[in-house]
């Protein structure tokens, strides 16, 4: 069984960067996709970044040019998040699909407030 766990959530000021990480409990024999997904308080998980095994990359047009999706290993991946704004404010789940289907981590919180 494939474990994600995400870190690097937090609170952080309108306008400030964070950076989250995500790891797998063991390098993954095959990737197909790494996404990055966040869900606000009585809202549905939408998608925030996808960065696919041919290197293709889909942002959600909400942080287009404000936020990078970034695979590290075959065990890790990372979102820079910058120029963070209030409705950035959800918890941020990663996910891995491969070819024993998708793995989804338990999710950080990401907090923007003045």
């Known amino acids: 069984q494939v474990q994600l766990v995400e870190s690097g959530g937090g609170l952080v000021r309108p306008g400030g960067s964070l950076g989250l990480s995500c790891a797998a409990s063991e390098n993954l024999y095959t990737i197909n996709d790494w996404g990055w997904y966040r869900q606000a308080p009585g809202e549905q998980r939408e998608l925030v970044a996808l960065?696919?095994?041919?290197?293709?990359t889909t942002y959600a047009d909400s942080v287009r040019g404000r936020f990078v999706i970034r695979p590290i290993s075959r065990a890790r991946v990372y979102l820079q998040m910058n120029s963070l704004k209030l409705e950035d404010t959800a918890m941020y789940y990663c996910?891995?699909?491969?070819?024993?289907?998708?793995?989804w981590g338990q999710g950080t919180q990401v907090t923007v407030s003045s």
């Open positions: 960065r696919t095994k041919d290197g293709s």
């Open positions: 996910m891995v699909d491969t070819r024993t289907g998708p793995y």
